[in-house]
């Protein structure tokens, strides 16, 4: 495993960071707190060392299992977590988005509950989840600097999405060099990550990015296949029926990546992501033992050539030569679109957006 740098921060992170999301909720298939914290275990048995709950996730209970987890490593791990989600006062309709509260008051009393629920003295990377870009106020920002003075946090964070992200909001989070930015990245939805590789380049700016959902909901993974059935309660199961059906065909023109005995697929598809250097961490969706044995083993696989990285770029640039709708082509905006316009980005303003173009 191999370890970079959280923008200026100085806290270093494992190239394959443990996306918390599984634990303590049923997103992502039902398995007990001791199963869990045994996954979190076994990761840092393969290297990883890097790990991002949220405290939105199961309600509060994602924060307690990692907290609980890693009570013994607390010296050795690096833990990210998120606010911004009024769960407190309202119920979880299914998979829907919860209101959101970020206010200064509301950073400050959210990262200390999280705190309780971790049971640690500091959070090193604590990103604000979701928010738009008119809520990050100046009382914000100072609350956060506030946070990192009393010595509670050590870092922050952007963390956006779902939809791929926003782009205003990651902008700005660049301008203002947050130590990272989350977004949604893979081989199959290129736009957002290139926007923000050129915004970290044209500003200088010491952002790092974070790479999540790598395997495009299980396509680049190939845990989801065309006789894959999703139970209803799967978050996979969002995606469009376009987006499964067209993603199988651009997997086969991204075979080359593959090197047999040396490099898998799954693993090609972290190693992409990791093949720029503005990239701190990806943080795939691990499911089992077996994943966790296999995709951390992506930091240390052969790299891919500057050929493989710009046939990754051209393919994607031609939508794979795939003309006909791939359910890929929506972004969110709370901007009126004015974001993605200016972006140059062909893509339409996602249904339930704040504001829908």
């Known amino acids: 495993m191999h370890y970079r740098e959280l923008g200026t921060s100085g806290i270093e992170v494992s190239e394959v960071g443990f996306g918390a999301w599984v634990v303590g909720t049923d997103w992502w298939g039902d398995r007990s707190d001791e199963d869990s914290i045994e996954m979190l275990h076994h990761a840092i048995e393969q290297g990883i060392d890097f790990f991002d709950t949220g405290d939105v996730y199961g309600h509060g209970h994602s924060e307690e299992v990692v907290g609980e987890a890693l009570a013994d490593y607390r010296d050795e791990v690096t833990v990210a977590t998120k606010i911004g989600y009024d769960f407190y006062n309202n119920p979880q309709a299914g998979h829907g988005e919860l209101p959101k509260e970020i206010t200064g008051e ?60 926003w782009l205003a909001e990651g902008d700005v989070a660049i301008e203002e060099e947050f130590d990272a930015l989350q977004i949604v990245w893979n081989a199959f939805e290129q736009d957002v990550g290139n926007h923000f590789l050129d915004t970290i380049r044209e500003t200088g700016s010491s952002t790092s990015l974070i790479a999540r959902v790598p395997h495009s909901s299980g396509l680049l993974n190939e845990q989801v296949r065309p006789e894959t059935e999703l139970g209803s309660g799967d978050h996979r199961g969002f995606r469009p029926d376009e987006w499964y059906e067209t993603g199988w065909e651009k997997l086969e023109q991204l075979r080359f990546l593959e090197r047999d005995g040396e490099r898998t697929m799954a693993q090609a598809s972290i ?87």
């Open 271 to 357: 190693a992409y992501l990791l093949g720029y250097d503005e990239t701190a961490a990806v943080t795939p969706t691990f499911r089992t033992k077996a994943d966790i044995d296999e995709w951390a083993k992506a930091s240390d696989v052969p790299k891919l050539t500057d050929g493989e990285m710009t046939r990754v770029e051209e393919l994607y640039a031609d939508n794979f030569g795939i003309d006909r709708f791939d359910g890929m082509d929506a972004l969110r905006s709370s901007v009126d679109g004015d974001d993605i316009r200016a972006a140059g980005l062909d893509k339409r303003v996602a249904k339930g957006a704040r504001n829908e173009a």
């Open 106 to 165: 509301w950073v400050r009393e959210a990262t200390e509950k999280s705190l309780e629920r971790l049971d640690m003295e500091y959070v090193d990377l604590l990103q604000l989840h979701n928010a738009n870009v008119d809520e990050v106020t100046p009382d914000v920002l100072e609350a956060l600097d506030e946070l990192k003075e009393e010595g509670l946090i050590e870092a922050t964070g952007w963390a956006l999405g779902p939809s791929i992200g």
